[in-house]
């Protein structure tokens, strides 16, 4: 998915849908500030919205996954690129052991660290309850 589209998605979640009367969703120009992410056609996106947007699609994908549970902490999530990955509940949220998870996890902390501490300082994401 392009920057464009997420971005876009992003904006209609929000119920910021003006744009799309004279733009698609590949002419948004979008910019990294301080504060957040400026999109000229549609106004400014704190981190902590972000933040939230993030938060709320890994949960959405994560909602339709298998779950083994193997231990107190311990689970197995069905995967795309492997069968299975082992995810670690941390207590107040989970850790994976899935590519995506860790190369966000770095990127995040050094690239965007204000996105970083308006997500608690946590890539990690709160699951479905287990059983």
Request: charged share 20%; glycine share 6%.
């Amino acid at each position: 998915m392009s920057l464009g589209l997420a971005i876009a998605n992003l904006l209609i979640w929000l119920g910021r849908t003006q744009w799309q009367e004279k733009y698609n969703a590949h002419d948004l120009v979008i910019e990294v500030w301080a504060v957040g992410i400026w999109v000229k056609q549609a106004g400014l996106i704190s981190y902590k919205t972000l933040a939230e947007w993030i938060k709320y699609v890994a949960q959405l994908k994560a909602s339709v996954l298998g779950v083994q549970r193997k231990g107190d902490r311990l689970y197995l999530v069905q995967g795309s690129q492997q069968s299975w990955y082992a995810v670690i509940n941390q207590g107040n949220y989970w850790e994976c052991e899935c590519m995506l998870y860790r190369c966000r996890r770095k990127r995040i902390r050094k690239e965007m660290p204000q996105l970083y501490q308006s997500l608690n300082q946590q890539i990690g994401v709160r699951l479905r309850k287990l059983p």
